[in-house]
């Protein structure tokens, strides 16, 4: 069924998902946003974005559906391997030159991104210094990530993305299996700190010596890259790292004087004032 309608008559519906449910998306790109309109309005065989927006309001099990649909969770171990090996030979000497450190992972998902990072800290000897935040919007991918339990498919992908990144170590220490999946050790969550968090409308979480947002202001419009840039230098310290996705970037207002790239392809950047 072809859905046909117009950015302007999201709107509404936008305005609606804020006011009932407190999730303010008036601001993210509007790509996104007529893409995943139209696909819930195909799957659920809705005509009109104003019978869209009645379901919404009448009906909290089909608003919290759309909300998932609104959130894109889309994520692996070790994403992007390259971006681990920078990781590893450029900013891991960085952080060791503090006593304690800490990390916010804006956007995690289902955790594989921070768990990720719990691996490479173990295994440079950094773990128990650092406290890593973890943190999204998503109370349902929160609450897998904190469970820590992925798919054996899963895994034989993110063991290979693992070794390309620069992991030497036998992937398997860092779960246990059961069945057809497995479990992150308790080892690497000890130092985690899941939290619901909206960058949209939450403010510093915490001053952090490293902060990954990746994969997440490409759903947002300029204004918001913006906003949320701004919160990303307000929790950075001097010197801090601010890590994005690979189509993303600081170009947006004034926000590349502020950084120095220590990896232009990699998108990594260092706080400079
Ligand atoms: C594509 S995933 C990226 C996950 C991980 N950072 C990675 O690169 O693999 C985007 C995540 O951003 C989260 N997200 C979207 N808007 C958000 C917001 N306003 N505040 C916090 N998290 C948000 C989504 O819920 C989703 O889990």
């Not at 019978?51 to 969770?73: N, V």
């Not at 000497?93 to 450190?101: A, N, V």
């Not at 991918?141 to 290979?160: F, P, R």
Request: aromatic residues 12%; hydrophobic residues 40%.
């Amino acid at each position: 069924m072809g859905v046909l309608f117009t950015d302007m008559e999201i709107r509404p519906l936008l305005d609606t998902v804020y006011q009932l449910y407190g999730f303010d998306f008036r601001d993210y790109s509007e790509a996104h946003l007529m893409r995943r309109v139209k696909h819930r309005m195909a799957l659920s065989h809705i005509k009109t974005v104003t019978e869209l927006q009645e379901r919404t309001i009448k009906d909290a099990g089909f608003a919290a559906m759309l909300l998932q649909d609104l959130s894109i969770t889309v994520t692996e171990m070790f994403r992007d391997p390259d971006f681990y090996s920078v990781l590893r030979t450029q900013v891991i000497p960085m952080l060791k030159t503090y006593s304690f450190i800490k990390i916010w992972h804006a956007g995690c998902s289902t955790g594989q991104e921070a768990y990720s990072m719990a691996i490479v800290l173990q295994e440079e000897g950094l773990y128990d210094r650092a406290t890593i935040y973890a943190t999204d919007f998503n109370q349902t991918a929160l609450d897998q990530a904190k469970n820590g339990i992925y798919s054996i498919e899963q895994i034989k992908e993110y063991t290979g993305n693992y070794l390309k990144g620069g992991g030497k170590e036998d992937f398997s220490k860092y779960y246990t299996s059961q069945y057809n999946s497995v479990i992150m050790h308790q080892s690497l969550k000890r130092n985690i700190v899941w939290a619901q968090h909206n960058l949209v409308t939450d403010g510093v979480f915490a001053e952090v010596h490293l902060l990954l947002c990746r994969n997440v202001l490409i759903y947002f419009n300029v204004d918001l890259q913006t906003k949320v840039h701004q919160l990303f230098h307000d929790s950075l310290i001097t010197g801090g790292i601010l890590c994005l996705g690979s189509k993303e970037g600081i170009r947006v207002g004034d926000v590349h004087e502020k950084y120095t790239e220590i990896d232009k392809k990699q998108r990594i950047f260092k706080k400079r004032y």
